[in-house]
């Protein structure tokens, strides 16, 4: 196990060198951060435009300035933002929290809707109840989320009233707002995942449920709710798991459209404004956090598996 | 027909007139809903000011003490420190915490600010700034003339570095402190654009004790004499001001609070205006507006602006360094296509850099290509084989206007005999890319500046970083810097004229369309006046009940 996990580490540190390393040609070398600061209306002299490139160390030489950020994003300093008076950490410490709430309750959502739907649909197949459930999740799947979140505003925010249109207020301030805010938002991005994993289930307890043991077991006398229950959830969760943990880690490069959407600020949009006004160090320091993010994610998920699944353990043994 | 803000007519008549004039009204119809509106007006006049109040400037309610007014911004504030301050969004805000030095009405006359009065002396080469008396800052401090010498020694300082510099420096060279209430500016040269510098971004008055305080963090806690005061900003969210109750204007500002969002799609910002989530909304599609046209709560103001939408091509290299090309471009445009398409006809045709104030040609010159197929095709074959060859015009496929504005010239041109292909560009890098000369032609747009001396020095100065046409003319350098010298604008006009008769054909622009700047407020929000620099002036606005 701890060689696993030594090994494990080894890879997440080469991963996390090769993103970061390229995110770094990208904006410093392909990319004019300078240029992109000042931006339109501005009128700059060279003599301005140099001095501004020096003081951001963007004369140095490119393994220089690599290693200077590499030595200080390993004590957490991520630097200064080039365009805006805060540090990136700073910067991200308030967007992150806002995108993996919003990741988080999407996909907690998704999953609740996906299981409790798909298993019912997959116990009466065939019924009304599973042709419905398959229409609703394939047109869940093909709805464009920016589409749905715009008439969800327009439908629950504008004509019912129920929710406010836009806005989001920090957990901070208040729970209760922050969760009205959330609403809207979490119901369109988990719509998809809704029903992406009722369809998922429906085939994986279907799987289960054409085993044998699961007519062994009904001949032994167990009922239908336990077998299911105690036996063929949890093994058709194994494979979601994985799949869950595939979308949560794509959603933290920020669920950049629903965020647009609905103003919420959090990774997505911190990072699209960062890289459209040449905000190198935040870019840079928001991939790093992704990328370790997605890279502890699927560490975790990878020990989940093998705790879960005790024939995998004997693979990485 | 342009709008001014002091309309004869309600909104409700207005867009009847809009539509009789595009030919979508006949005209019994249009008399029969006047007649109809006309007594409405009569019944529901009585109590409300709803309708009359829209397109006149401010409104008839009295004002409120009190409320909170949410606003969404043009785009994202990255700093509220005006010497470091290049986006567009930050202004409406910096316009409620800080104070100009001076200040400009519609028609860009430069009113007084924190300076009351002021004058000239030393042939043009000093200026005297006769300050408000007992002004304080948010934090206390006194923004007295020491401050405002701490301020503009900032942006001559070159350590510091700041982007707004070259809107005063060169020609100030020094400023100095006669009393606390006067301060002397001295410039190498008479320089007449400098009390418009001094009412943009060089003339914002921080306080020097905050600045101290916060170093490099100052600009995300800013502290100015202003009629608000900061209180909170949430990394790209909201940013929340109250009211100062120091202020030196007595008795103003009249809402408690201001609250700037960042909502990033224009539609759900339009259903945030009929929610009464947000309270005003300017920069708004004419595609959007027919929803809030039919919305008896909020009021539509339209004006005539002076934002002008231009295609672009670089002069100093083939093959637009052709003149009978430059001449086919420019006659071939359809410019009323791009109004209609882009716009929903709500605009003019655009004919020169100025557009507005007192440099401006006419409203009825023409320009120096005014739309005509035949025209076009005469100065193609004069262009000769340049004009056969495939020209590439590069569009924001990803921002409406710019992509619209692309999409209604093409057939145009096509018909005129140019041989093009349009490809797709991202709009935000745009800009950038126009700079480092990456494409050939293209597109853009400008919003006009209080003094002539401002855009086009960015525009047609040889080597100015913003002159992404790469036009360059050594005498119009000269006649630029002359004119600038000259403070009497009747003796300075002749020199624009000369100016503009160059740069307008030659350029490397081929002026389109100005929209018309429309915004809008809830009926209930009183003292909205737009400017034609499309910012808002929150701190004017109050609640009439």
Redo the contacts between chains.
């Keep these: 196990m701890l060689a696993y996990l030594v090994r494990r580490v080894g890879h997440a540190i080469i991963v996390l060198f090769g993103v970061t390393l390229v995110t770094f040609l990208l904006t410093r070398v392909v990319g004019n951060p300078v240029q992109l600061m000042f931006g339109q209306g501005t009128a700059v002299t060279p003599q301005q435009v140099a001095r501004t490139r020096a003081s951001l160390g963007l004369n140095k030489p490119l393994v220089l300035q690599y290693l200077t950020w590499a030595g200080h994003a390993l004590t957490g300093n991520l630097g200064r933002s080039f365009t805006e008076p805060r540090t990136v950490a700073s910067d991200i410490a308030s967007a992150a929290p806002v995108t993996i709430e919003l990741t988080i309750l999407a996909i907690v959502l998704a999953v609740l809707i996906g299981v409790s739907v798909g298993t019912l649909a997959a116990v009466r197949k065939g019924s009304a109840v599973d042709t419905a459930s398959a229409g609703a999740s394939s047109l869940a799947l093909a709805v464009p989320n920016f589409w749905l979140g715009l008439i969800l505003i327009y439908v629950i925010g504008l004509k019912l009233g129920w929710l406010p249109v836009s806005g989001f207020t920090p957990i901070t301030a208040s729970l209760g707002d922050n969760l009205r805010d959330m609403v809207l938002p979490v119901l369109t991005l988990s719509a998809f995942y809704a029903g992406s994993y009722t369809r998922y289930v429906r085939s994986l307890v279907l799987a289960g449920l054409s085993q044998d043991y699961v007519r062994a077991a009904e001949a032994k006398g167990i009922s239908r709710a336990r077998v299911l229950r105690h036996h063929v959830l949890r093994n058709a969760l194994i494979p979601l798991l994985t799949v869950i943990g595939l979308d949560v880690a794509g959603l933290m490069g920020g669920a950049v459209v629903t965020e647009v959407i609905f103003s919420l600020p959090g990774v997505g949009s911190l990072l699209e404004n960062a890289i459209l006004t040449g905000d190198v160090p935040t870019v840079e320091g928001t991939i790093l956090v992704i990328a370790v993010g997605v890279v502890v994610l699927n560490m975790v998920l990878d020990l989940l598996y093998g705790y879960l699944h005790p024939q995998a353990r004997v693979i990485y043994d | 027909m342009p709008l001014s803000p002091k309309s004869e007519f309600s909104r409700e008549e207005t867009e009847l007139l809009y539509a009789l004039q595009r030919g979508k009204l006949s005209r019994r119809r249009f008399l029969t809903y006047a007649a109809g509106t006309s007594a409405a007006l009569v019944v529901a006049g009585c109590g409300t000011n709803t309708l009359r109040a829209s397109t006149t400037a401010g409104t008839a309610g009295k004002p409120k003490r009190g409320g909170s007014l949410s606003y969404t911004l043009p785009d ?1 504030v ?2 509220l ?1 005006p010497a470091f301050s ?3 969004g930050e202004r409406p805000v910096m316009l409620c915490i800080y104070d100009r030095l001076v200040t400009y009405d519609t028609n860009f006359n430069i009113t007084p600010g924190l300076a009351q009065t002021w004058s000239f002396s030393d042939g043009g080469k000093t200026l005297t700034l006769h300050l408000q008396p007992n002004v304080k800052f948010h934090d206390g401090t006194s923004c007295d003339a020491n401050a405002v010498k701490w301020n503009l020694d900032r942006l001559l300082n ?1 350590q510091v ?1 700041a ?4 809107l005063i420096v060169p020609p100030l060279s020094a400023v100095t402190v006669v009393n606390s209430t006067t301060v002397q500016l001295h410039l190498s040269r008479p320089w007449r654009p400098l009390l418009a510098a001094l009412a943009d971004r060089a003339g914002y008055v921080v306080s020097p004790a905050a600045v101290q305080k ?1 170093g ?5 806690h800013p502290v100015g004499s202003g009629p608000f005061r900061f209180k909170s900003w ?5 940013i929340t001001l109250e009211r100062f109750e120091g202020y030196w204007q007595k008795g103003k500002p009249y809402l408690d609070e201001i609250i700037c ?5 224009s ?3 339009v ?2 205006l ?2 009464n ?1 947000l309270q005003v909304l300017t920069d708004i599609p004419a595609s959007l507006l027919q929803a809030l046209a039919n919305n008896e709560n909020v009021s539509v103001n339209k004006i005539r602006g002076g934002h002008w939408y231009a295609t672009q091509y670089d002069v100093n290299k083939p093959p637009f360094n052709d003149k009978n090309l430059m001449a086919a471009e420019g006659y071939g445009a359809d410019r009323k296509a791009v109004l209609e398409l882009a716009f929903s006809g709500l605009g003019e045709v655009a004919t020169n850099p100025l557009m507005v104030g007192w440099a401006a040609p006419k409203l009825s010159y023409p320009g120096p290509y005014p739309t005509s197929l035949s025209k076009a095709k005469s100065a193609l074959a004069k262009a000769g084989a340049v004009g056969h060859q495939r020209l590439t015009f590069t569009a924001a496929s990803d921002y409406t206007a710019y992509s619209d504005l692309a999409q209604a010239l093409q057939p145009g041109w096509k018909s005129a005999g140019l041989d093009i292909s349009i490809q797709g560009a991202a709009y ?2 745009l ?2 890319d126009l ?2 000369g990456k494409y050939d032609w293209s597109e853009t747009d ?2 006009p500046r209080a003094d002539p001396d401002g855009l086009l ?2 525009l047609f100065y040889t080597g ?3 002159n992404t046409t790469r036009f360059s003319d050594p005498q119009v350098d000269h006649l630029l810097d002359q004119a600038a010298e000259i403070y009497d604008t009747k003796k300075a006009l002749p020199l624009y004229e000369q100016i503009l008769s160059i740069v307008i054909p030659y350029g490397g622009y081929d002026y389109i369309a100005m929209p018309e700047q429309v915004a809008a407020t809830r009926s209930n929000v009183g003292g909205f006046v737009q400017y034609p620099d499309d910012l808002a002036r929150l701190a004017d606005l109050y609640y009439t009940d």
């Design positions: 994202q990255e700093t420190d290049t986006q567009f070159p570095n982007p707004m510099a070259s916060y490099k963090d100052y600009g995300s949430v990394p790209g969210g909201n969002t960042n909502v990033m799609d539609s759900v910002a259903t945030a009929e929610a989530q935000a890098t800009y950038s700079q480092s400008w919003t020095r960015l100015n970083s913003q």
